[in-house]
């Protein structure tokens, strides 16, 4: 989901740099006050882990590959805060070193996969396991389902971008990223939520829930991510979402004529019978495609959990609430 | 051993034990020095302690500070507040080049230890340079890490450490995983520097090369100390330890 | 030399005038030229499209205007591309970092950077040396497992991850790293 350059205008990029500058921001100065010394070394590793994780890709449906965010992974692992950190860490230097995602687009880029993808992760995160309880099969639970929720997210909001910046019309750029997204989104979850489980097997101890002193649900976080996302969504996806962007269309159906005309009619736009969107049949099934997928998603995570859950005690005996001691 | 002049100790460890989080005994009872200008070889089994006991050295555990100090470094206690200035004495190489090795490049990498300390500027520069080539890597400050050998990662860890100006060497396995080439230049290196240092090491040869005392240490115990021929000739007491009498003391003709 | 790069991309963006499109691609040939750059490597991965760019490049057309969208957008992002490359091959990361810390960009990021960049290689080889391993002794190719393999994979990179990252910390310490 890496945007490359001369794919969003300025206004767009401008935009974006804003709401990216200031999450790190938040996340640098959250991290700087409350991670211990002995961890931030981890920060630059678990960064080059994420890094070589995102080049691992997985079959989606027929023919295409998807690639692993890792949003949710380090949120769960390290905190959203830390995750901010360590996936805006990727990004700079993806953008920098290997020219993947531009340079004007970096602010974007941050911001839907380092932190909207985080973001959203964690607050569903939270959510699902309240809901869920304790032990194994709720953590798996909220994993699969925050992974899942945090790709289809960031997607959103990409595509809201795009659509702003006129690149691609929201009535197609909506459906076409959101459903697609879905997909890899199960990818996602997929692979989030056995690495965790295979982690709780072989070294629990690096599950933040498991050490003795579990880290409350860090609200003053969830809540300032939250408002980041939101104001980004306001932006980016509300306008499209809403009716009031219908005078905008028109004024865009307006420029796209008067350009038209001005430039040579080479080749007409190859589907011109595909009305400008406003709400359309496309972007109403997407809408209704997706709760219905996001009901799946959340019943497959919940499979997924049950699937990978023994159903006999774990011989080091780590059920929690389980008393061991016998009289 | 030395004569004339009082000999400074720079190493002096008292009865250090420790326990492992999990219970387990890593180190008991044990007592040595290292006398300034010394070189002295550890020697045992693998999973005797010697890597633990290395990790005492400078502070890095235990994890909690014992009542008193056992460990003294050129007289210094081995404990809060002195654990900077022991850092800067202490020159610890790690086993794995690419965990100390942990900057962009070779350059930065050297300087890392002496910025810390204060210095910059020109100094800086002229000293990395310095020890680049006490190394034999002139002109290796751009080189990023990954593409140099074990063999090289090693002495750029080094150059580091003697950039700091560490007055008492502490090499964990400096000659593991180096081909004959890398090993023999190690070994030429460490037995020209004039450095105090402390060498755990399965390479017997290394030890007879470089170290004229040596410590044989066994589940966390001192099992042996003395001459490094006495001790390593003993082939069955070097058996009983997980060890065996190097080649070439089986081969030495008298010189 | 990064920084007026960087600042130079960055201008490039906000433009739909053709002869800015020119200048900009002579501008780039003429460094590119200077910069000893082996062509063949600039060009390939000048022409190497990632399926999500050409998806999204696609659906640029299918708006009002939409050909001179996707066309706009091709020479932008192309010519941005080459920018970002030749930048990236002739400029260092200490450079960056050093950069990076001139614009006073908070010292953890740079650290994180660094580290991140020091690692990166070491990481992806031990993840290609786990697949080749897990690959010589797979012979059953069932799907689910497959995915299993992976997920094991990275959790043992993630694993080797956390311990490496406590004796970096050691390391650093070891040396007197000033937090």
């Known amino acids: 989901m890496h945007i490359p350059d001369g794919f969003l205008n300025a206004k767009a990029a401008a935009a974006t740099g804003v709401l990216a500058t200031a999450g790190l921001g938040m996340a640098l100065r959250h991290v700087r006050r409350t991670l211990p010394a002995r961890r931030v070394p981890l920060i630059g590793l678990a960064s080059a882990f994420v890094f070589a994780a995102q080049m691992l890709n997985f079959p989606v449906a027929g023919g295409t590959s998807g690639h692993l965010i890792g949003a949710v992974l380090a949120t769960v692992l390290l905190g959203p805060s830390a995750a901010v950190l360590v996936l805006s860490s990727v990004l700079i230097l993806q953008c920098f070193l290997f020219a993947d995602g531009g340079v004007t687009a970096l602010g974007a880029n941050i911001f839907n996969m380092a932190i909207v993808a985080p973001g959203v992760g964690y607050g569903v995160y939270i959510l699902v396991r309240r809901m869920a309880g304790e032990g194994l099969r709720g953590l798996l639970f909220a994993t699969a389902f925050a992974a899942w929720c945090s790709t289809v997210a960031a997607s959103i909001a990409c595509a809201g971008q795009l659509a702003l910046s006129g690149t691609v019309a929201w009535g197609v750029a909506f459906p076409a990223m959101a459903n697609i997204h879905m997909l890899i989104g199960v990818g996602e979850a997929l692979i989030t939520t056995l690495v965790v489980a295979a982690l709780y097997r072989a070294r629990p101890e690096l599950l933040p829930d498991r050490l003795p002193s579990r880290p409350q649900p860090r609200y003053g976080e969830l809540a300032a991510y939250g408002l980041l996302v939101a104001i980004g969504l306001a932006v980016f996806?509300?306008?499209?979402?809403?009716?009031?962007?219908?005078?905008?269309?028109?004024?865009?159906?307006?420029?796209?004529?008067?350009?038209?005309?001005?430039?040579?009619?080479?080749?007409?736009?190859?589907?011109?019978?595909?009305?400008?969107?406003?709400?359309?049949?496309?972007?109403?099934?997407?809408?209704?495609?997706?709760?219905?997928?996001?009901?799946?998603?959340?019943?497959?995570?919940?499979?997924?959990?049950?699937?990978?859950?023994?159903?006999?005690?774990?011989?080091?005996?780590?059920?929690?609430?389980?008393n061991s001691l016998r009289a | 051993m030395r004569a004339g002049v009082e000999d400074v100790t720079a190493l002096e460890v008292k009865h250090l034990s420790y326990r492992y989080p999990d219970g387990t005994e890593a180190l008991r009872d044990v007592s040595f020095t290292v006398a300034e200008g010394e070189k002295v070889g550890l020697i045992g089994p693998n999973g005797a302690g010697k890597s633990t006991l290395f990790l005492h050295l400078n502070g890095l555990l235990p994890e909690h500070a014992a009542a008193s100090p056992v460990i003294h470094i050129f007289g210094i206690p081995v404990a809060e507040p002195h654990l900077p200035a022991i850092r800067a004495q202490v020159g610890l190489l790690f086993q794995d080049p690419d965990d100390q090795l942990f900057c962009p490049t070779v350059g930065e990498d050297v300087a890392f230890g002496p910025q810390q300390l204060g210095l910059g500027g020109a100094e800086l520069i002229a000293r990395v340079a310095r020890t680049l080539e006490q190394v034999g890597l002139r002109g290796f400050e751009q080189r990023p890490p990954f593409h140099l050998s074990r063999g090289e990662k090693r002495r750029v860890c080094l150059a580091g450490l003697l950039a700091c100006e560490a007055r008492i060497l502490i090499l964990d396995e400096p000659t593991s995983d180096l081909d004959p080439r890398g090993r023999?230049?190690?070994?030429?290196?460490?037995?020209?520097?004039?450095?105090?240092?402390?060498?755990?090491?399965?390479?017997?040869?290394?030890?007879?090369?470089?170290?004229?005392?040596?410590?044989?240490?066994?589940?966390?115990?001192?099992?042996?100390?003395?001459?490094?021929?006495?001790?390593?000739?003993?082939?069955?007491?070097?058996?009983?330890?997980?060890?065996?009498?190097?080649?070439?003391?089986?081969h030495t003709h008298p010189h | 030399m990064g920084a007026v790069l960087f600042a130079v991309s960055t201008v490039l963006l906000p433009r739909s005038a053709w002869a800015?499109?020119?200048?900009?691609?002579?501008?780039?040939?003429?460094?590119?030229?200077?910069?000893?750059?082996?062509?063949?490597?600039?060009?390939?991965?000048?022409?190497?499209?990632?399926?999500?760019?050409?998806?999204?490049?696609?659906?640029?057309?299918?708006?009002?205007?939409?050909?001179?969208?996707?066309?706009?957008?091709?020479?932008?992002?192309?010519?941005?591309?080459?920018?970002?490359?030749?930048?990236?091959?002739?400029?260092?990361?200490?450079?960056?970092?050093?950069?990076?810390?001139?614009?006073?960009?908070?010292?953890?990021?740079?650290?994180?950077?660094?580290?991140?960049?020091?690692?990166?290689?070491?990481?992806?080889?031990?993840?290609?040396?786990?697949?080749?391993?897990?690959?010589?002794?797979?012979?059953?190719?069932?799907?689910?497992?497959?995915?299993?393999?992976?997920?094991?994979?990275?959790a043992q990179l993630l694993v080797r991850t956390s311990e490496r990252a406590e004796r970096v910390y050691a390391a650093m310490c070891a040396r007197g790293w000033k937090t």
């Open chain 2, 184 to 250: 023999r230049e190690l070994k030429a290196l460490l037995r020209d520097l004039p450095v105090t240092q402390l060498v755990a090491t399965h390479d017997l040869e290394l030890v007879v090369e470089v170290c004229p005392r040596v410590i044989v240490l066994d589940r966390g115990a001192i099992v042996a100390e003395g001459g490094t021929a006495d001790i390593l000739s003993d082939e069955s007491k070097m058996v009983q330890h997980g060890l065996e009498k190097p080649h070439i003391l089986r």
């Open chain 3, 20 to 154: 800015g499109y020119i200048a900009g691609g002579v501008v780039l040939i003429l460094i590119a030229g200077l910069s000893r750059i082996p062509p063949l490597y600039l060009a390939k991965r000048l022409l190497s499209l990632e399926p999500f760019v050409l998806g999204v490049a696609l659906l640029s057309l299918f708006q009002a205007n939409g050909l001179g969208v996707f066309l706009a957008m091709l020479v932008k992002s192309t010519l941005c591309l080459f920018c970002m490359v030749v930048l990236s091959g002739t400029t260092t990361m200490s450079e960056l970092l050093a950069v990076l810390t001139r614009l006073r960009v908070p010292g953890l990021l740079v650290t994180t950077l660094a580290l991140t960049y020091r690692y990166l290689f070491l990481l992806v080889d031990e993840m290609e040396r786990m697949r080749r391993a897990r690959r010589s002794r797979t012979f059953i190719r069932r799907r689910f497992h497959a995915w299993r393999s992976l997920a094991t994979i990275i």
């Open chain 1, 237 to 322: 996806v509300a306008p499209f979402a809403c009716g009031w962007p219908d005078g905008l269309e028109k004024v865009a159906v307006a420029l796209g004529f008067e350009s038209r005309a001005a430039m040579k009619p080479l080749v007409p736009s190859p589907l011109p019978d595909y009305a400008v969107p406003g709400v359309n049949s496309a972007v109403l099934s997407t809408v209704l495609a997706g709760c219905m997928g996001t009901l799946a998603a959340f019943a497959s995570a919940y499979l997924l959990a049950r699937f990978l859950t023994p159903h006999k005690t774990p011989p080091n005996g780590l059920e929690p609430g389980g």
